[in-house]
């Protein structure tokens, strides 16, 4: 079964970096878009980044435009996520996607087909 596998998270102070990644197996996903979501228990799963399928497209939140970056090697399989200058309100648990029908990437939840089971970024204050 096709499935996604986040990695890099933990406890970083605020100011800080972390690298996220989230490797795909049992599927190419290089005709993919590519997406990272975070959520907070008891809130909405949030948007945060989109990258197209040969990574010519990306879009951000305004919460993270500026700090974060999204990236992908379709060679490895997987999705980056590079998150610089973290506050505390980064803190969430974060989730990579992929979409088979939105090429280009989205900011829509349900326009996603494949989801990973998170990795837990804590930001202290």
């Known amino acids: 079964q096709a499935q996604l596998v986040e990695s890099g998270g933990g406890l970083v102070q605020a100011g800080g970096s972390l690298r996220l990644s989230c490797a795909a197996s049992?599927?190419?996903?290089?005709?993919?878009?590519l997406g990272w979501f975070r959520q907070v228990p008891g809130k909405e799963r949030e948007f945060v980044a989109t990258?197209?399928?040969?990574?010519?497209?990306?879009y951000y939140a305004d919460s993270v435009k500026g700090r974060f970056t999204i990236s992908r090697d379709n060679a490895k399989n997987t999705v980056y996520l590079q998150m610089n200058s973290l506050k505390p309100e980064d803190t969430a648990a974060y989730y990579c996607t992929a979409s088979a029908r939105y090429r280009g990437g989205s900011y829509l939840l349900s326009d996603y087909d494949h989801w990973g089971q998170g990795t837990q970024v804590t930001v202290s204050s």
């Open positions: 990258i197209s399928w040969n990574g010519g497209i990306t």
């Open positions: 049992g599927r190419t996903f290089s005709s993919y878009g």
